[in-house]
């Protein structure tokens, strides 16, 4: 399966990603590091994520890091697109 970054989940990847740079930039960069592998395993196995908290997603926790990738798993079109990625204090789904 193919793997689409949703704009809205580049988007709130790089937030986190610069806002963890402030203080430190290789934690930012290890971290980013951890997205990417841990992420690049939903093409061969898009079940390995939790049932999401909204109807129709998923969620894979990103071990080693505080960051939770929201995502959909489209059979048909045979592609998985992240949807969001949120910092496990955030609430969600927001209320």
């Not at 049932?51 to 998985?80: A, D, H, N, S």
């Amino acid at each position: 399966m193919r793997l689409d970054w949703l704009p809205r989940a580049h988007i709130e990847r790089a937030a986190q990603l610069d806002y963890i740079a402030t203080d430190n930039p290789l934690a930012a960069a290890d971290q980013d590091d951890e997205i990417q592998q841990q992420s690049l395993h939903l093409a061969d196995h898009p079940n390995i994520g939790r049932t999401g908290r909204l109807p129709g997603t998923r969620e894979l926790v990103i071990q080693r890091t505080p960051f939770i990738l929201v995502y959909r798993v489209r059979t048909k079109e045979r592609r998985i697109e992240v949807l969001r990625i949120l910092h496990g204090a955030q609430q969600w789904p927001p209320t």
